[in-house]
């Protein structure tokens, strides 16, 4: 399996398993800050190496009323504080080419939206940034699918990739994991990522936004853990149900501690 290390964190099987998590999106930078410190001291206490995750710009919302966050600008700078406070590494989501210029500034790990994963351009300009890339697989994809985008990235000279399963879609407004999927992705030599959170979102399941089921987000955890996954990929917040994007497959701090001390010891035991 191909290295892939970013700041101080190697993932891999010889590496501990490797936390990403944030909010969602960006709700304000005191927020920000402090939901990030706090996952901070819950990963130390575990001893998991930690990336801290938000979205400056949720461009991919079903409704234009969704809250999409403070946008570029206000986002990166926002980012750019936690990193340098905390001294975390930091993970955001790019929706556009023009945006990956500064991004890569601040991002250690530029991440592919789903949707986007196939649209060559945006994955070549990210692969081209030299920060390492994470391709969430899309939905509609077949694991095997996720091959010709890895070469995509890797035609750019960049072999600092990440995959990342979030599920499939499984008819209309439901997704499915496919715990499969996690060994046939690991076979192309690069470290796989388990979003756990995304996988029981319920894609349009409130009509002009997507619902969730995070009751099940702990048990497929565990699951992906002990299949055999390199990284877990969960949002967090302090208040779910009254978050503006995504709530209902987020989990609250006190779930991530208690689902950290779980998926520790099942990696141990591996």
Known sequence: ????????????????????????????????????????????GQGVPFIFKSSFDKANR???????????????AILKKIKQQLNVPILSDVH?????????????IIQIPAFLCRQTDIVLAAAKSGKA???????????????????????????QILITERGASFGYNNLVTDLRSLKIMRDFGYPVIYDATHSVQLPGGKGACSGGQSEFVAGLSR???????????????????????????????KELEDLLSQVKKIRQAL
């Open 96 to 108: 556009c080419v023009k945006d990956i210029p500064a991004a890569s500034v601040v991002l250690d």
């Open 133 to 159: 890339v994470n391709i969430k697989k899309g939905q509609f994809l077949a694991p095997w699918d996720i091959l010709p985008i890895i070469k995509k990235v890797e035609s750019a000279g960049n072999k």
């Open 1 to 44: 399996m191909h290295q892939v290390k970013v700041k101080n964190i190697k993932f891999g099987d010889k590496y501990p398993l490797v936390l990403i998590a944030g909010p969602c999106v960006i709700e304000s930078g005191s927020s920000c800050l402090a939901a990030a410190k706090q996952i901070k001291d819950i990963a130390a």
């Open 223 to 253: 699951a992906a853990v002990a299949f055999g996954c390199d990284g877990l990929f969960l949002e967090v917040h302090n208040d779910p149900e009254n978050a503006p994007c995504d709530g209902p497959n987020m989990i609250n701090f």
């Open 62 to 76: 079903l409704s234009s009323a969704s809250y999409r966050g403070p946008g570029l600008k206000k986002g990166l």
